[in-house]
């Protein structure tokens, strides 16, 4: 057996997951060794798919709301958002400032969350365990902000066609300031402690290349694309929310490997924050107690009757019926293009409702990558990718 | 008169009174059954003591550095967690898989432990304080150690399981590799001291304290041993062979119970023997960093008395614990920090930077070594 394995004849055949200790979720490999080289990798998915597309076709977009989350489960305001982007887009909903500032922050929240998550397991996925629990350390300040302004940690179900859900707590947006001061220091923490790594340079740099062709020919997109060189963010190409608003910039890198990917996700942690700073000093009506108060105290001529100050726009009604119409819908997601492609015909539930999932997308390139790499390296590869099963398997 | 502790003389003297109560057994035979028993005794004591202390420091040290609390409630400070966790094991089923090569599933982690608690013979605690001085002494660990990767394949091949011949077969290419050029860091400490005894290699370290250590004399052999110490170990810069990320375990895999547990104090106990070798053949020993002589005289303390002499024993005993255990220490920092190198990255700097490395600094060594003795002449 020994003598097989080194012979090109008869590969060993080893089925990386569903339950091995570092696959992410419930992903299986079925890997082809040639000795410690990788011949080929063979995907299987499929364990976690719940229907999402079709239970969405038997709920109103209210009713729906609660299953997103568990699509992306790490980025989950992202997968509200887009459920609730799909609809209003499609009714041509416009939604107030105050609630759409509101939105963004939580988004670029939920991105910061999103990358830690991402870069404990990745830099566990290479052997060093330690900056998973620093990641848990920030992230869980996230989720105390998400959890005083929408009652929940991880399922929030917080956005609402038309708006939010409920409007910032009194005092959260000076939290949120605090943040945004504790969180930066840390992510220089992070790199003082990773990014010049001889042994993580020596197991990052130049492992899975993609090109600017292959990039885009692969459909990738997010941090994969940006990586590769694509300057390709659709908060500047889609122009949803209020992200125009605000000066920031799209971080991308040359390199198209593993550890370009490293660097994008770094430094668009630090684009989020400094997106979350403008965004909660300019967001109108700043920090307050309560804006209801205030509007009936100030009586029929008060400012903050004006629409843009509204937390929430006239409310759909349970009952909103999706219109006659079709459209696609995307965010940009902390994993990548985030898409809903949406039918409706004049009904409470979409006659149909697709989701396009960054992860399932960006995992197709996953086997050209590993094929000739060392064994060690499709650990490498795939984390750098960023999947999350619940979305690549919806 | 040798004023020089006999403890053997004294041990057989402690029968005497025996003699006297029960005058029919032959007590000094029964004595001198014992003296041979001690020092197995001792090592396995030692040893497992020893182990229990590291696995402490790993798992405090770990939380440290990740910001946890750590073991907490075995114990004061969680210190008998390690001991909790081992009557865990004992009591734990033990299960050999189906179709799993059972004779050499179970020889395997006895033989990958037996060698590593047998190279604690040559440890040398304190002048007289050591359990074996043979004249082969760093020969022996040598020779003794390169069994282990012969129970690492055992145990990768018997369990009928891909991760664990994979490991089996990365553990024994990485003992291979990294065992040349620890060799060789050793040879030039053998060129210095003319003697391959444990004790004679610290003697010669001992004269000026802390300036006669040999890590001055050979700065490079010293790195290029601790790297290839480190590999052997198989701690977290080079713990592929039971790469949880790639391998789940590794050669360990399948192993529950004991079996496991005598892989686990395995490479604590290799850790520690490591630590303890750097530190024989590079810090001094027991030298402390003034010369203990330097020390009683400057406290006018005469070197002949009984008590002293006890005395100075327990310190050459603690400062040659206290060295290993900092070494323990860094490579426990190491290892809550460092990712993990690739199999090609790590025999690439075993085979073409550690092996030519330690040859040129053996080279020049002995080259040197020729010169100063011919002027000498």
């Known amino acids: ?394 | 008169m040798n004023n020089d502790i006999n403890l053997y003389v004294s041990w057989v003297n402690f029968f005497d009174f025996l003699n006297l109560l029960i005058p029919s057994i032959s007590w000094e035979g029964f004595a001198k059954i014992i003296w041979i028993l001690l020092p197995i005794i001792f090592l396995l004591l030692g040893a497992t003591l020893g182990v229990l202390v590291a696995v402490w420091l790993e798992r405090k040290i770990s939380a440290g550095v990740q910001q946890r609390i750590g073991p907490e409630y075995a114990g004061p400070m969680g210190v008998l967690q390690a001991l909790a966790d081992g009557l865990k094991l004992i009591f734990k089923e033990d299960i050999t898989p189906q179709n799993a090569q059972s004779w050499l599933f179970t020889l395997g982690p006895a033989i990958v432990v037996v060698p590593v608690f047998f190279s604690f013979m040559i440890i040398p605690f304190g002048n007289k304080i050591i359990l074996a001085n043979i004249n082969i002494g760093v020969f022996f660990w040598l020779a003794i150690s390169s069994i282990v990767p012969l129970g690492l394949i055992m145990s990768g091949y018997g369990s009928n399981n891909k991760y664990a011949l994979l490991g089996g077969l990365r553990a024994a290419a990485q003992s291979i590799s990294y065992e040349i050029p620890l060799a060789l860091s050793v040879l030039g400490i053998i060129i210095l001291t003319d003697s391959l005894s444990t004790i004679d290699i610290v003697e010669k370290q001992a004269t000026h304290g802390i300036f006669t250590w040999n890590i001055w004399k050979q700065p490079v052999g010293f790195i290029a041993f601790l790297i290839s110490a480190l590999a052997e170990c198989e701690r977290l810069p080079f713990d592929l062979p039971e790469a949880e990320e790639e391998l789940v375990a590794g050669y360990q895999t399948e192993y529950t119970g004991m079996k496991f547990g005598l892989f686990y104090v395995g490479s604590y106990v290799n850790l520690i023997l490591s630590s303890l070798l750097v530190t024989t053949l590079y810090l001094g020993g027991w030298t402390f960093v003034v010369p203990v002589e330097t020390l009683l005289d400057f406290f006018h303390v005469s070197n002949s008395d009984i008590g002293v002499k006890v005395w100075v024993g327990f310190f050459n005993i603690s400062v040659t614990l206290v060295k290993a255990y900092f070494l323990v220490f860094l490579a426990i920092l190491t290892r809550w920090t460092f990712p993990r190198v690739r199999i090609d990255q790590l025999l690439d700097l075993g085979w073409k930077f550690l092996l030519p490395l330690s040859l040129a600094n053996l080279l020049i060594t002995a080259s040197l070594q020729l010169f100063f003795s011919s002027i000498n002449i």
């Open chain 1, 1 to 394: 057996m020994i003598a097989n394995l080194n012979s090109s004849s008869s590969p060993m055949v080893v089925s990386m997951g569903p339950h091995h200790p570092s696959m992410h979720g419930v992903l299986r490999l079925i890997v082809s060794l040639d000795g410690e080289n990788v011949v080929d990798c063979e995907p299987i998915l499929g364990y976690l798919h719940r229907g999402m597309e079709k239970i969405a076709e038997n709920r109103t977009i209210v009713q729906y709301l609660p299953y997103v989350t568990r699509w992306d489960y790490l980025a989950t305001m992202f997968t509200e958002a887009i459920t609730v982007n799909a609809p209003e887009r499609l009714a041509n909903i416009e939604i107030p400032k105050r609630a759409s500032y509101i939105r963004v922050i939580m988004l670029e929240l939920s991105r910061i969350a999103s990358h830690l998550l991402w870069l404990g397991p990745f830099m566990a996925d290479i052997g060093a365990q330690t900056p998973f629990f620093y990641i848990f350390r920030e992230r869980e300040m996230i989720y105390d902000l998400f959890e005083s302004a929408t009652g929940m940690r991880m399922m929030h179900n917080y956005f609402r066609v038309g708006g939010v859900a409920a409007d910032l707590p009194y005092g959260w947006i000076e939290k949120c300031l605090d943040f945004c001061d504790y969180f930066l220091p840390k992510v220089n923490e992070y790199e003082k402690l990773i990014t010049n790594n001889p042994i993580f340079l020596k197991r990052v740099s130049g492992i899975g290349y993609i090109s600017r062709e292959d990039a885009i020919n692969w459909g990738l997109s997010g941090p994969m694309l940006r990586a590769s060189g694509v300057q390709w963010d659709l908060r500047k190409v889609d122009n949803y929310e209020c992200y125009n608003e605000l000066n920031w910039d799209i971080q991308w890198n040359n390199e198209g490997d593993c550890l370009a990917r490293y660097v994008v996700r770094i430094r668009e942690m630090r684009e989020s924050i400094k997106i979350i700073r403008q965004a909660l000093i300019a967001i109108p009506g700043g920090s307050y107690e309560s804006l209801e108060a205030k509007r009936i105290n100030e009586g029929r001529q008060s400012p903050w009757n004006e629409f843009d100050y509204q937390w929430i726009s006239k409310k759909p009604s349970p009952t909103f019926k999706i219109p006659a119409q079709e459209h696609y819908v995307r965010v940009e997601a902390p994993k990548g293009e985030l898409g809903v492609y949406l039918i409706g015909d004049n009904n409470l539930f979409p006659w149909r409702l697709k989701i396009r999932p960054p992860g399932f997308i960006n995992l197709q390139v996953l086997p050209s990558l590993v094929r000739g790499m060392k064994l060690a390296d499709i650990m490498t590869i795939l984390g750098s990718i960023d999947i999350i099963m619940g979305e690549v398997d919806r």
